[in-house]
């Protein structure tokens, strides 16, 4: 089974107001990620909360996901990925790949999803990668046998780290609008400008 681990733990410093419950198309961008991963059949899936965490969970109200909470969230993107994987595995020790999501990237739907676990699932491949804006990165399926390195990163570090290590080895899809991420208040407004009408 392919598991979903969403990383919302940030305080959107950027932002100045917490991202993960921005509105966008009548919900909010952390439920949005949710709904996505369970959408495309994931299980189990667990989300990262940190700063914030109580804006989060009520986000989540009535969802089948798992809250990992990472106390150490302030330390960088690492240590949400060492509890979300955690707490994947204490969900179900039998979780054989998991998808790594971040919570702001609005285009993410469940066809995105269950696209990566379907090619893993005909390639084999340890690595599933999206590309956009001429790169790689999250989502990106990555089976159980790398989750013990995805725990070994340190500090600020991401996935993309991992997605560069076993590039040879990889298979990537496209991933149309992937590059779009709410960092910013300009970034929100440029989303909901452009946002208007599109699936």
């Known amino acids: 089974m392919t598991g979903a681990v969403i990383l919302a733990a940030g305080s959107s410093s950027r932002m100045g107001s917490p991202k993960q419950i921005l509105q966008f198309r009548g919900m909010s961008l ?3 990620a949710a709904l996505a991963a ?6 189990p899936v667990v989300v990262v909360t940190g700063a914030r965490a109580e804006l989060s969970r009520r986000e989540l109200d009535g ?11 302030e330390t960088g993107m690492a240590s949400s990925i060492a509890a979300g994987l955690e ?6 020790p039998d979780v054989d790949a998991a998808v790594l999501m971040l919570c702001d990237q609005p285009h993410v ?3 995105v999803i269950s696209g990566l676990a379907a090619a ?3 390639t084999g491949r340890p690595v599933i990668a999206s590309t956009y804006g001429g790169g790689f990165g999250v989502p990106a399926l990555f089976s159980r046998p790398l989750f013990a390195e995805l725990t070994r990163l340190e ?7 991992v997605i560069e290590r076993y590039a ?14 709410v960092d910013t208040p300009d970034d929100f407004s440029r989303l909901i400008a452009t946002g208007r009408g599109e699936s």
């Open 155 to 161: 500090g600020k570090a991401g996935a993309k780290q």
């Open 120 to 122: 893993h699932r005909v």
């Open 38 to 43: 369970l959408d495309a059949g994931c299980s």
């Open 30 to 32: 952390l439920r949005r």
């Open 87 to 92: 707490g994947l595995l204490g969900a179900d």
């Open 168 to 181: 040879s080895e990889a298979h990537f899809l496209p991933f149309r609008g992937g590059e779009v991420d």
């Open 109 to 111: 739907t469940p066809d």
């Open 63 to 73: 969802l089948d996901v798992r809250e990992a909470l990472n106390p150490r969230w």
